[in-house]
């Protein structure tokens, strides 16, 4: 784990490396893989989790992608509300794209919705509190599924008739 000391004019220290990192430089440590611990550097406070966040939103342009109005509620809420959503929905929505890209990459042509554990699926559609099926499923798709559905019926009863003329016919020939 690389030591990352921040300092009060914002600076941050690489300690492994032993200079100045920007906040960019440090995304791109992170990109690469490494593990950092931010820590202020007069009372070693963990600083990591906001740090990490002001990347994402910072120099990631994240901010851009969040609706003003999202952003004022997610002030107004209290501390703990906000940060139980933020878990919950992050991590959730996190796996669910993981596990979707995954899957995709091994399988193509399937559903990607195919692939995700039940225990996952439930729960995001708990969380989103409704069916999403129903706005994927078009009118149009339902009747064509139900068009498809009655012409097979239709040729199974045909095959059928068939079959029982066949016999029909075979039995009157032995006679």
Do not use: C
Request: charged share 35%; glycine share 6%.
């Amino acid at each position: 784990m690389r030591v990352i000391k921040k300092y009060s004019n914002r600076r941050l220290y690489d300690t492994d490396d032993s200079h100045y990192i920007t906040l960019d430089e440090l995304a791109e440590l992170i990109r690469k893989g490494s593990s950092v611990k931010v820590v202020d550097a007069k009372t070693s406070e963990d600083l990591t989790q906001g740090t990490l966040a002001q990347i994402v939103v910072e120099s990631r342009g994240a901010a851009k992608l969040l609706p003003v109005q999202l952003l004022e509620q997610m002030i107004r809420m209290e501390d703990d509300a906000l940060a139980e959503f933020m878990t919950n929905y992050m991590t959730l929505a996190f796996d669910m794209y993981d596990s979707t890209k995954r899957g995709v990459q091994g399988l193509t042509g399937m559903n990607p919705f195919g692939i995700l554990p039940a225990d996952m699926m439930s729960q995001w559609l708990t969380a989103m509190g409704r069916n999403p099926w129903e706005r994927l499923r078009g009118r149009e798709r339902r009747d064509k599924t139900d068009e498809d559905v009655d012409s097979l019926r239709r040729e199974i009863a045909d095959l059928k008739d068939l079959v029982k003329g066949m016999a029909n016919k075979g039995e009157d020939e032995n006679e």
